[in-house]
Protein backbone atom coordinates (compact mmCIF):
# COMPACT_ATOMS: atom_id res chain seq x y z
CA UNK A 1 0.00 0.00 0.00
CA UNK A 2 1.70 3.35 -0.81
CA UNK A 3 0.29 6.30 1.03
CA UNK A 4 2.15 9.59 0.37
CA UNK A 5 3.71 11.33 3.10
CA UNK A 6 1.65 15.06 3.00
CA UNK A 7 -1.71 13.19 3.05
CA UNK A 8 -0.94 10.75 5.99
CA UNK A 9 0.38 13.66 7.79
CA UNK A 10 -2.71 15.68 7.12
CA UNK A 11 -4.77 12.40 8.03
CA UNK A 12 -3.26 12.20 10.91
CA UNK A 13 -3.51 15.77 11.98
CA UNK A 14 -7.07 16.28 11.52
CA UNK A 15 -7.65 12.59 13.29
CA UNK A 16 -5.94 14.56 16.43
CA UNK A 17 -8.46 17.79 15.84
CA UNK A 18 -11.45 15.06 15.59
CA UNK A 19 -10.22 13.10 19.23
CA UNK A 20 -10.21 16.43 20.54
CA UNK A 21 -13.09 17.56 19.77
CA UNK A 22 -15.07 13.89 20.57
CA UNK A 23 -13.60 13.70 23.71
CA UNK A 24 -13.57 17.52 25.85
CA UNK A 25 -17.55 17.70 26.88
CA UNK A 26 -17.80 14.48 28.37
CA UNK A 27 -18.97 13.94 32.44
CA UNK A 28 -16.94 12.74 34.97
CA UNK A 29 -19.06 10.29 35.36
CA UNK A 30 -18.00 8.52 32.02
CA UNK A 31 -14.87 8.90 32.08
CA UNK A 32 -13.59 5.18 33.03
CA UNK A 33 -15.59 3.68 30.63
CA UNK A 34 -14.63 6.22 27.87
CA UNK A 35 -10.82 5.58 28.55
CA UNK A 36 -11.50 1.83 28.48
CA UNK A 37 -13.41 2.22 24.85
CA UNK A 38 -10.44 4.64 23.65
CA UNK A 39 -8.40 1.35 25.12
CA UNK A 40 -9.73 -0.65 22.77
CA UNK A 41 -10.15 1.28 19.65
CA UNK A 42 -6.10 1.23 19.47
CA UNK A 43 -6.27 -2.71 19.50
CA UNK A 44 -6.85 -1.84 15.80
CA UNK A 45 -3.13 -2.24 15.70
CA UNK A 46 -4.34 -5.56 15.61
CA UNK A 47 -4.96 -4.92 11.96
CA UNK A 48 -1.27 -4.17 11.49
CA UNK A 49 -0.27 -7.35 13.11
CA UNK A 50 -2.21 -9.03 10.76
CA UNK A 51 -0.45 -7.59 7.66
CA UNK A 52 3.15 -8.27 9.14
CA UNK A 53 1.83 -12.17 9.99
CA UNK A 54 1.51 -12.35 6.26
CA UNK A 55 4.84 -10.73 4.99
CA UNK A 56 6.73 -13.22 7.72
CA UNK A 57 9.20 -15.15 6.10
CA UNK A 58 11.35 -15.86 8.59
CA UNK A 59 11.55 -17.86 12.46
CA UNK A 60 12.27 -14.62 13.40
CA UNK A 61 9.27 -13.10 11.83
CA UNK A 62 7.02 -15.18 12.73
CA UNK A 63 7.58 -15.06 16.23
CA UNK A 64 6.91 -11.05 16.30
CA UNK A 65 3.96 -11.57 14.21
CA UNK A 66 2.65 -14.15 16.65
CA UNK A 67 3.24 -11.79 19.55
CA UNK A 68 1.86 -8.50 17.75
CA UNK A 69 -1.53 -10.29 16.45
CA UNK A 70 -1.72 -11.66 20.25
CA UNK A 71 -1.49 -8.69 22.03
CA UNK A 72 -3.85 -6.92 19.24
CA UNK A 73 -6.41 -9.50 19.82
CA UNK A 74 -6.03 -9.22 23.43
CA UNK A 75 -6.38 -5.40 23.29
CA UNK A 76 -9.56 -5.71 21.30
CA UNK A 77 -11.31 -8.43 22.52
CA UNK A 78 -10.85 -7.99 26.23
CA UNK A 79 -11.18 -4.15 25.37
CA UNK A 80 -14.81 -4.42 24.14
CA UNK A 81 -15.91 -6.87 26.40
CA UNK A 82 -14.99 -5.21 29.33
CA UNK A 83 -16.13 -1.94 28.45
CA UNK A 84 -19.70 -3.32 27.67
CA UNK A 85 -19.55 -4.92 30.98
CA UNK A 86 -19.29 -1.42 32.72
CA UNK A 87 -21.56 0.30 30.22
CA UNK A 88 -24.26 -2.70 31.23
CA UNK A 89 -24.29 -1.38 34.61
CA UNK A 90 -24.86 2.34 33.88
CA UNK A 91 -27.69 1.15 32.10
CA UNK A 92 -29.49 -0.69 35.18
CA UNK A 93 -28.42 2.29 37.38
CA UNK A 94 -30.46 4.88 35.19
CA UNK A 95 -33.76 2.52 35.07
CA UNK A 96 -33.88 2.80 38.66
CA UNK A 97 -33.03 6.39 38.40
CA UNK B 1 -11.44 -5.19 -4.97
CA UNK B 2 -8.74 -3.86 -2.94
CA UNK B 3 -10.06 -0.03 -3.18
CA UNK B 4 -13.52 -1.58 -2.25
CA UNK B 5 -11.46 -2.99 1.16
CA UNK B 6 -10.05 0.71 1.57
CA UNK B 7 -13.13 1.90 1.41
CA UNK B 8 -14.33 -0.35 3.99
CA UNK B 9 -11.70 0.49 6.39
CA UNK B 10 -12.18 3.80 6.34
CA UNK B 11 -15.86 3.29 7.01
CA UNK B 12 -15.00 1.70 10.44
CA UNK B 13 -12.46 4.17 11.52
CA UNK B 14 -15.49 6.84 11.00
CA UNK B 15 -17.21 4.06 13.08
CA UNK B 16 -14.90 4.36 15.76
CA UNK B 17 -15.28 7.98 15.98
CA UNK B 18 -19.01 8.37 15.88
CA UNK B 19 -18.70 5.51 18.95
CA UNK B 20 -16.57 7.35 20.73
CA UNK B 21 -18.65 10.45 20.09
CA UNK B 22 -22.08 8.30 21.36
CA UNK B 23 -19.87 7.16 24.73
CA UNK B 24 -20.20 11.05 25.78
CA UNK B 25 -23.64 10.12 27.05
CA UNK B 26 -24.68 7.24 29.56
CA UNK B 27 -27.85 6.99 27.46
CA UNK B 28 -25.97 5.89 24.17
CA UNK B 29 -22.57 4.96 25.53
CA UNK B 30 -22.98 1.19 25.31
CA UNK B 31 -24.41 1.71 21.46
CA UNK B 32 -21.39 3.41 21.25
CA UNK B 33 -19.09 0.72 22.09
CA UNK B 34 -20.47 -1.69 20.03
CA UNK B 35 -20.39 0.18 17.30
CA UNK B 36 -16.74 0.52 17.31
CA UNK B 37 -16.59 -3.11 18.29
CA UNK B 38 -18.68 -3.85 15.57
CA UNK B 39 -16.21 -1.58 13.26
CA UNK B 40 -13.34 -3.89 14.61
CA UNK B 41 -14.65 -7.19 13.80
CA UNK B 42 -15.54 -5.61 9.80
CA UNK B 43 -12.05 -4.19 9.45
CA UNK B 44 -10.38 -7.30 10.94
CA UNK B 45 -12.49 -9.64 8.38
CA UNK B 46 -11.73 -6.83 5.27
CA UNK B 47 -7.85 -7.23 6.49
CA UNK B 48 -8.25 -11.06 6.48
CA UNK B 49 -9.76 -10.80 2.50
CA UNK B 50 -6.75 -8.62 1.57
CA UNK B 51 -4.22 -11.21 3.01
CA UNK B 52 -6.06 -14.13 1.39
CA UNK B 53 -6.81 -12.11 -2.03
CA UNK B 54 -2.59 -11.14 -2.74
CA UNK B 55 -1.84 -15.02 -1.46
CA UNK B 56 1.64 -13.69 -0.07
CA UNK B 57 1.28 -15.39 2.93
CA UNK B 58 3.12 -18.91 3.68
CA UNK B 59 1.05 -21.51 5.30
CA UNK B 60 3.26 -20.99 8.27
CA UNK B 61 1.94 -17.48 8.30
CA UNK B 62 -1.71 -18.89 8.50
CA UNK B 63 -1.12 -20.72 11.31
CA UNK B 64 1.20 -18.11 13.26
CA UNK B 65 -2.21 -15.58 12.48
CA UNK B 66 -4.83 -17.98 13.73
CA UNK B 67 -2.72 -18.86 16.89
CA UNK B 68 -2.17 -15.42 17.67
CA UNK B 69 -6.07 -14.51 17.22
CA UNK B 70 -6.81 -17.37 19.39
CA UNK B 71 -4.41 -16.94 22.39
CA UNK B 72 -5.34 -13.07 22.21
CA UNK B 73 -8.59 -13.71 21.90
CA UNK B 74 -9.09 -16.00 24.81
CA UNK B 75 -6.60 -14.25 26.83
CA UNK B 76 -8.44 -10.69 26.77
CA UNK B 77 -11.80 -12.52 27.15
CA UNK B 78 -11.16 -14.74 30.64
CA UNK B 79 -9.33 -11.30 31.50
CA UNK B 80 -12.53 -8.97 30.58
CA UNK B 81 -15.10 -11.64 31.71
CA UNK B 82 -13.16 -11.90 35.41
CA UNK B 83 -12.04 -9.24 36.12
CA UNK B 84 -13.99 -7.63 39.01
CA UNK B 85 -14.78 -3.69 38.60
CA UNK B 86 -12.08 -2.67 41.84
CA UNK B 87 -9.15 -4.04 39.30
CA UNK B 88 -10.81 -2.45 36.37
CA UNK B 89 -7.60 0.52 36.19
CA UNK B 90 -4.92 -2.86 36.54
CA UNK B 91 -6.92 -4.19 33.43
CA UNK B 92 -6.81 -0.90 31.52
CA UNK B 93 -2.69 -0.57 32.15
CA UNK B 94 -2.49 -4.14 30.80
CA UNK B 95 -4.24 -3.89 27.76
CA UNK B 96 -2.29 -0.61 26.98
CA UNK B 97 0.82 -2.59 27.64
CA UNK B 98 0.01 -5.08 25.07
CA UNK B 99 -1.32 -2.64 22.28
CA UNK B 100 1.87 -0.89 23.19
CA UNK B 101 4.04 -3.87 23.07
CA UNK B 102 2.02 -4.97 19.58
CA UNK B 103 2.76 -0.99 17.63
CA UNK B 104 6.37 -1.23 18.85
CA UNK B 105 6.47 -5.04 17.56
CA UNK B 106 5.50 -4.26 13.79
CA UNK B 107 8.08 -1.66 13.57
CA UNK B 108 10.52 -3.84 14.64
CA UNK B 109 9.49 -6.41 12.61
CA UNK B 110 8.97 -4.04 9.37
CA UNK B 111 12.77 -2.77 10.07
CA UNK B 112 14.47 -6.46 10.40
CA UNK B 113 15.82 -7.78 7.40
CA UNK B 114 14.80 -4.07 5.56
CA UNK B 115 17.17 -2.14 3.08
CA UNK B 116 17.06 1.46 2.24
CA UNK B 117 14.34 2.11 3.97
CA UNK B 118 13.80 5.72 3.16
CA UNK B 119 13.55 8.62 5.73
CA UNK B 120 9.80 8.40 6.26
CA UNK B 121 9.49 5.50 6.96
CA UNK B 122 12.87 5.42 9.33
CA UNK B 123 11.15 8.50 11.32
CA UNK B 124 7.63 7.10 12.59
CA UNK B 125 9.23 3.77 12.94
CA UNK B 126 11.78 5.60 15.06
CA UNK B 127 9.14 7.17 17.62
CA UNK B 128 6.90 4.04 17.00
CA UNK B 129 9.77 1.48 18.85
CA UNK B 130 10.39 4.10 21.71
CA UNK B 131 7.08 4.93 23.03
CA UNK B 132 5.51 1.72 22.10
CA UNK B 133 8.34 -0.33 24.41
CA UNK B 134 7.91 2.49 26.63
CA UNK B 135 4.20 1.94 27.40
CA UNK B 136 5.04 -1.80 27.54
CA UNK B 137 7.08 -1.59 30.36
CA UNK B 138 6.18 1.22 32.04
CA UNK B 139 1.91 0.01 31.43
CA UNK B 140 3.15 -3.43 33.42
CA UNK B 141 4.78 -1.91 35.99
CA UNK B 142 1.96 0.46 36.84
CA UNK B 143 -0.50 -2.58 36.76
CA UNK B 144 1.57 -4.37 38.90
CA UNK B 145 1.58 -1.11 40.86
CA UNK B 146 -2.11 -0.67 41.33
CA UNK B 147 -2.41 -4.57 42.09
CA UNK B 148 0.28 -4.64 45.01
CA UNK B 149 2.51 -7.04 42.93
CA UNK B 150 4.73 -4.05 43.48
CA UNK B 151 5.00 -1.62 46.10
CA UNK B 152 2.64 1.35 45.04
CA UNK B 153 4.72 3.76 46.94
CA UNK B 154 7.21 5.46 44.94
CA UNK B 155 10.24 4.11 44.67
CA UNK B 156 13.36 6.25 45.07
CA UNK B 157 17.15 5.13 44.93
CA UNK B 158 19.86 7.06 45.34
CA UNK B 159 20.89 8.60 41.93
CA UNK B 160 17.88 7.32 40.57
CA UNK B 161 17.29 10.40 38.31
CA UNK B 162 20.89 10.63 37.13
CA UNK B 163 19.68 6.89 36.04
CA UNK B 164 16.61 8.10 34.51
CA UNK B 165 18.40 11.18 32.62
CA UNK B 166 21.52 8.24 31.27
CA UNK B 167 18.69 6.16 29.76
CA UNK B 168 16.49 8.57 28.53
CA UNK B 169 19.32 9.85 27.00
CA UNK B 170 20.13 6.67 25.64
CA UNK B 171 16.64 6.17 24.17
CA UNK B 172 16.52 9.43 22.35
CA UNK B 173 20.04 9.09 21.09
CA UNK B 174 19.82 5.78 19.66
CA UNK B 175 16.06 6.91 18.38
CA UNK B 176 18.20 9.70 16.38
CA UNK B 177 20.15 7.24 14.85
CA UNK B 178 17.42 4.81 14.25
CA UNK B 179 15.98 7.37 12.40
CA UNK B 180 18.81 8.34 10.28
CA UNK B 181 19.78 4.46 9.65
CA UNK B 182 16.88 2.32 10.11
CA UNK B 183 18.61 -0.48 8.64
CA UNK B 184 21.54 -0.67 11.28
CA UNK B 185 20.19 -3.40 13.98
CA UNK B 186 22.98 -1.96 16.80
CA UNK B 187 20.81 1.33 16.49
CA UNK B 188 17.50 -0.91 16.75
CA UNK B 189 18.74 -3.07 19.74
CA UNK B 190 20.06 -0.17 21.35
CA UNK B 191 16.41 1.66 21.18
CA UNK B 192 14.30 -1.54 22.53
CA UNK B 193 16.49 -2.32 25.14
CA UNK B 194 16.37 1.36 26.34
CA UNK B 195 12.73 2.29 26.02
CA UNK B 196 11.91 -0.74 28.11
CA UNK B 197 14.02 -0.12 30.43
CA UNK B 198 12.93 3.83 30.32
CA UNK B 199 9.29 2.70 30.56
CA UNK B 200 10.75 1.39 34.40
CA UNK B 201 12.60 4.03 35.48
CA UNK B 202 9.45 6.50 34.62
CA UNK B 203 6.82 4.64 36.38
CA UNK B 204 8.72 2.98 39.39
CA UNK B 205 8.86 6.94 41.21
CA UNK B 206 5.24 7.60 40.45
CA UNK B 207 3.27 7.07 43.76
CA UNK B 208 -0.22 5.13 43.74
CA UNK B 209 -2.17 9.05 43.75
CA UNK B 210 -0.62 9.73 40.69
CA UNK B 211 -1.80 6.48 38.81
CA UNK B 212 -5.07 7.97 37.24
CA UNK B 213 -2.88 10.28 35.25
CA UNK B 214 0.09 7.73 34.14
CA UNK B 215 -2.80 5.28 32.88
CA UNK B 216 -4.18 7.83 31.32
CA UNK B 217 -0.82 9.42 29.97
CA UNK B 218 0.20 5.88 28.51
CA UNK B 219 -3.19 5.04 27.13
CA UNK B 220 -2.47 8.59 24.89
CA UNK B 221 0.55 6.93 24.60
CA UNK B 222 -0.63 3.95 23.10
CA UNK B 223 -2.70 5.60 20.41
CA UNK B 224 0.46 7.95 19.54
CA UNK B 225 2.38 4.41 19.08
CA UNK B 226 0.01 2.86 16.84
CA UNK B 227 -0.25 5.31 14.61
CA UNK B 228 3.01 5.89 14.09
CA UNK B 229 2.75 1.91 13.36
CA UNK B 230 0.28 3.37 10.53
CA UNK B 231 2.51 5.75 8.73
CA UNK B 232 5.73 2.76 9.04
CA UNK B 233 2.88 0.16 7.19
CA UNK B 234 1.17 2.68 5.12
CA UNK B 235 -2.19 1.93 6.77
CA UNK B 236 -5.14 4.48 6.81
CA UNK B 237 -7.02 3.34 9.51
CA UNK B 238 -4.03 2.77 11.71
CA UNK B 239 -3.40 6.65 11.71
CA UNK B 240 -6.90 7.77 12.63
CA UNK B 241 -7.70 5.44 15.08
CA UNK B 242 -4.31 5.63 16.52
CA UNK B 243 -4.64 9.95 16.68
CA UNK B 244 -7.94 9.68 17.73
CA UNK B 245 -7.10 7.79 21.06
CA UNK B 246 -3.76 9.99 21.29
CA UNK B 247 -5.47 12.92 21.52
CA UNK B 248 -8.46 11.89 23.69
CA UNK B 249 -5.83 10.04 26.08
CA UNK B 250 -3.71 13.37 26.43
CA UNK B 251 -7.34 15.14 27.01
CA UNK B 252 -8.20 13.28 29.70
CA UNK B 253 -4.65 13.31 31.29
CA UNK B 254 -5.18 16.99 31.47
CA UNK B 255 -8.20 16.74 33.14
CA UNK B 256 -6.94 14.60 35.71
CA UNK B 257 -3.87 16.67 36.36
CA UNK B 258 -6.43 19.61 36.96
CA UNK B 259 -8.30 17.80 39.37
CA UNK B 260 -5.18 17.42 40.63
CA UNK B 261 -3.94 20.54 40.60
CA UNK B 262 -0.65 19.23 39.33
CA UNK B 263 1.27 19.91 36.09
CA UNK B 264 1.81 16.46 34.24
CA UNK B 265 5.21 17.18 34.07
CA UNK B 266 5.41 17.35 38.53
CA UNK B 267 3.63 14.27 38.24
CA UNK B 268 6.20 12.12 35.75
CA UNK B 269 9.20 14.15 37.19
CA UNK B 270 8.62 14.11 41.15
CA UNK B 271 6.76 11.23 43.37
CA UNK B 272 4.21 11.90 44.89
CA UNK B 273 5.41 13.04 48.86
CA UNK B 274 8.68 11.64 48.25
CA UNK B 275 10.34 14.93 49.70
CA UNK B 276 8.55 15.02 52.91
CA UNK B 277 8.97 12.07 54.44
CA UNK B 278 10.58 13.36 57.06
CA UNK B 279 7.76 15.68 57.79
CA UNK B 280 5.28 12.99 57.56
CA UNK B 281 7.03 10.27 60.21
CA UNK B 282 7.22 13.18 62.85
CA UNK B 283 3.59 13.91 62.62
CA UNK B 284 2.33 10.80 64.72
CA UNK B 285 -0.68 11.31 66.30
CA UNK B 286 -1.06 14.63 67.49
CA UNK B 287 -4.63 15.97 68.98
CA UNK B 288 -7.29 13.56 70.41
CA UNK B 289 -9.43 11.21 68.52
CA UNK B 290 -13.08 10.62 68.97
CA UNK B 291 -14.08 7.04 68.38
CA UNK B 292 -17.93 5.91 68.14
CA UNK B 293 -19.84 2.49 68.31
CA UNK B 294 -21.72 1.36 65.49
CA UNK B 295 -24.65 2.57 67.34
CA UNK B 296 -23.45 5.93 68.05
CA UNK B 297 -23.00 6.76 64.51
CA UNK B 298 -26.55 5.07 63.81
CA UNK B 299 -28.28 7.47 65.73
CA UNK B 300 -26.69 10.49 64.19
CA UNK B 301 -27.37 9.37 60.50
CA UNK B 302 -31.21 8.24 61.96
CA UNK B 303 -31.79 12.04 63.33
CA UNK B 304 -30.02 13.76 60.18
CA UNK B 305 -31.76 15.60 58.10
CA UNK B 306 -29.24 15.55 55.10
CA UNK B 307 -26.66 13.24 54.67
CA UNK B 308 -23.59 13.42 52.21
CA UNK B 309 -21.43 10.46 51.99
CA UNK B 310 -17.88 10.66 50.77
CA UNK B 311 -16.79 7.21 48.92
CA UNK B 312 -12.85 6.85 48.19
CA UNK B 313 -10.68 4.13 47.37
CA UNK B 314 -10.98 1.78 50.91
CA UNK B 315 -14.91 1.76 49.95
CA UNK B 316 -13.64 0.22 46.75
CA UNK B 317 -11.06 -2.29 48.29
CA UNK B 318 -13.50 -3.33 50.64
CA UNK B 319 -15.84 -4.06 48.14
CA UNK B 320 -18.25 -2.66 50.29
CA UNK B 321 -20.28 -0.52 47.41
CA UNK B 322 -23.20 -2.96 47.68
CA UNK B 323 -23.48 -2.14 51.65
CA UNK B 324 -23.06 1.36 51.17
CA UNK B 325 -25.66 1.53 48.39
CA UNK B 326 -27.88 -0.42 51.30
CA UNK B 327 -27.43 1.72 54.11
CA UNK B 328 -28.46 4.61 51.64
CA UNK B 329 -31.36 3.06 50.30
CA UNK B 330 -32.30 2.97 53.98
CA UNK B 331 -31.96 5.85 55.32
CA UNK B 332 -33.89 7.41 52.24
CA UNK B 333 -36.58 5.35 53.13
CA UNK B 334 -36.92 6.79 56.45
CA UNK B 335 -36.72 10.66 54.73
CA UNK B 336 -33.03 11.52 54.84
CA UNK B 337 -31.57 13.26 51.92
CA UNK B 338 -28.35 11.30 50.70
CA UNK B 339 -26.12 11.91 47.94
CA UNK B 340 -22.84 10.75 47.26
CA UNK B 341 -19.85 13.77 46.36
CA UNK B 342 -17.30 12.05 44.33
CA UNK B 343 -13.85 13.43 44.38
CA UNK B 344 -12.96 13.29 40.76
CA UNK B 345 -10.00 10.94 41.40
CA UNK B 346 -11.73 8.67 43.94
CA UNK B 347 -10.79 4.95 42.85
CA UNK B 348 -7.30 4.23 40.67
CA UNK B 349 -8.44 5.81 37.64
CA UNK B 350 -10.46 8.85 36.26
CA UNK B 351 -14.06 7.67 37.10
CA UNK B 352 -14.06 4.70 38.85
CA UNK B 353 -15.85 5.24 41.85
CA UNK B 354 -19.29 6.26 39.73
CA UNK B 355 -18.30 2.69 37.74
CA UNK B 356 -17.82 1.28 41.36
CA UNK B 357 -21.42 2.78 42.29
CA UNK B 358 -23.35 2.18 39.44
CA UNK B 359 -22.72 -1.68 39.99
CA UNK B 360 -23.98 -1.24 43.06
CA UNK B 361 -27.27 -0.02 41.40
CA UNK B 362 -26.86 3.79 42.99
CA UNK B 363 -29.17 5.81 41.39
CA UNK B 364 -27.50 8.13 39.07
CA UNK B 365 -29.26 11.35 40.10
CA UNK B 366 -27.32 10.79 44.00
CA UNK B 367 -23.99 11.20 42.93
CA UNK B 368 -22.82 15.17 42.78
CA UNK B 369 -19.37 15.98 41.55
CA UNK B 370 -17.04 17.93 43.61
CA UNK B 371 -17.65 22.10 42.83
CA UNK B 372 -21.33 20.97 43.46
CA UNK B 373 -20.70 18.59 46.78
CA UNK B 374 -18.54 21.81 47.82
CA UNK B 375 -21.65 24.20 48.63
CA UNK B 376 -23.54 21.56 50.00
CA UNK B 377 -21.56 20.55 52.75
CA UNK B 378 -22.45 23.68 54.76
CA UNK B 379 -26.03 21.96 54.66
CA UNK B 380 -25.12 18.65 55.62
CA UNK B 381 -26.09 16.99 59.19
CA UNK B 382 -22.99 14.28 58.40
CA UNK B 383 -20.31 13.69 56.04
CA UNK B 384 -20.03 10.10 56.15
CA UNK B 385 -16.50 9.33 55.08
CA UNK B 386 -16.07 5.99 53.72
CA UNK B 387 -12.41 4.61 52.98
CA UNK B 388 -11.29 8.05 51.67
CA UNK B 389 -8.29 9.68 52.98
CA UNK B 390 -6.23 12.23 51.10
CA UNK B 391 -8.96 14.64 48.95
CA UNK B 392 -10.52 14.97 52.50
CA UNK B 393 -7.35 16.28 54.07
CA UNK B 394 -8.01 20.23 55.25
CA UNK B 395 -3.67 19.90 55.19
CA UNK B 396 -4.63 21.01 51.52
CA UNK B 397 -5.94 24.23 51.70
CA UNK B 398 -2.43 25.30 53.38
CA UNK B 399 1.17 25.57 51.74
CA UNK B 400 3.87 23.63 52.49
CA UNK B 401 2.92 19.83 52.51
CA UNK B 402 2.83 17.17 49.77
CA UNK B 403 -0.84 17.85 48.80
CA UNK B 404 -0.85 21.59 49.28
CA UNK B 405 -3.62 22.91 46.48
CA UNK B 406 -5.11 19.90 45.50
CA UNK B 407 -8.57 20.32 45.40
CA UNK B 408 -10.90 18.67 48.33
CA UNK B 409 -13.59 18.06 48.94
CA UNK B 410 -14.95 20.50 51.92
CA UNK B 411 -15.58 17.75 54.38
CA UNK B 412 -15.22 19.73 57.70
CA UNK B 413 -17.60 22.51 56.65
CA UNK B 414 -20.38 19.94 57.53
CA UNK B 415 -22.25 19.80 60.69
CA UNK B 416 -20.71 16.87 61.84
CA UNK B 417 -18.52 14.17 60.39
CA UNK B 418 -18.12 10.51 60.74
CA UNK B 419 -14.95 8.50 59.62
CA UNK B 420 -15.26 4.68 58.39
CA UNK B 421 -11.40 3.60 58.45
CA UNK B 422 -9.90 0.63 59.74
CA UNK B 423 -7.23 2.51 61.38
CA UNK B 424 -5.35 5.78 61.76
CA UNK B 425 -3.60 4.88 58.79
CA UNK B 426 -2.23 7.19 56.15
CA UNK B 427 -3.46 7.66 52.85
CA UNK B 428 -0.79 7.84 49.52
CA UNK B 429 0.26 11.01 50.50
CA UNK B 430 2.06 9.54 53.97
CA UNK B 431 0.28 12.87 55.55
CA UNK B 432 -2.28 12.70 58.98
CA UNK B 433 -5.29 13.58 58.21
CA UNK B 434 -6.29 16.84 59.89
CA UNK B 435 -9.83 15.54 59.43
CA UNK B 436 -9.58 12.78 61.87
CA UNK B 437 -8.52 15.06 64.81
CA UNK B 438 -11.25 17.43 64.31
CA UNK B 439 -13.27 17.97 67.85
CA UNK B 440 -16.97 17.73 65.43
CA UNK B 441 -15.46 14.11 63.70
CA UNK B 442 -15.98 10.44 64.91
CA UNK B 443 -13.92 8.12 64.12
CA UNK B 444 -15.54 4.84 63.55
CA UNK B 445 -13.01 1.94 63.29
CA UNK B 446 -13.91 -0.97 61.18
CA UNK B 447 -13.28 -2.88 57.83
CA UNK B 448 -15.88 -0.59 55.23
CA UNK B 449 -17.88 -3.52 54.37
CA UNK B 450 -18.03 -5.26 57.85
CA UNK B 451 -18.77 -1.66 59.58
CA UNK B 452 -21.49 -0.60 56.50
CA UNK B 453 -23.60 -3.79 57.72
CA UNK B 454 -23.49 -2.81 61.49
CA UNK B 455 -24.26 0.73 60.74
CA UNK B 456 -27.19 -0.84 58.65
CA UNK B 457 -28.28 -3.40 61.29
CA UNK B 458 -28.27 -0.59 64.39
CA UNK B 459 -30.40 2.32 62.00
CA UNK B 460 -32.89 -0.04 61.45
CA UNK B 461 -33.30 -0.77 64.97
CA UNK B 462 -33.77 3.08 65.50
CA UNK B 463 -36.20 3.25 62.36
CA UNK B 464 -37.35 -0.04 62.39
Known amino acids: MSLDLLTAVTIFVLSLLVGVEVISKVPATLHTPLMSGANSIHGVVLVGAMAIAATAHDTLGYVLAFFAVAFGAMNVVGGYVVTDRMLHMFRGSRKQG | ?464
Open chain 2, 1 to 464: MDTAIQYVLLAAAACFVLGLRLMNHPATARRGNLLSAGAMGVAVVATGVVIARHATITVTGWAVLFAGLATGSVAGLYAARSVRMTAMPQLVSLFNAVGGGAAALLAVSDLIGAHAVPVRVGVPASIDIAIGAVTFTGSLLAAGKLQGLVSGAPIVFPGARLVNVVIAALTLGSGVWLAARPDNTVALVLLVVGALAFGVTMVLPIGGADMPVVISLLNAFTGTAVAMAGFVLGQTILIIAGALVGASGAILTKLMADAMNRSIANIIIGGFGTADDAASAEGGAQGTVRSGSADDVAIQLAYANKVIVVPGYGLAAAQAQHEMAGLAQLLTGHGVEVTYAVHPVAGRMPGHMNVLLAEANVPYPQLIEMEEANGEFARADVALVVGANDVTNPAARRSGNPISGMPILDVDHARSVVVIKRSLGHGYAGLDNELYTDPKTTMYFADAKQGLAALTAAVRTFVG
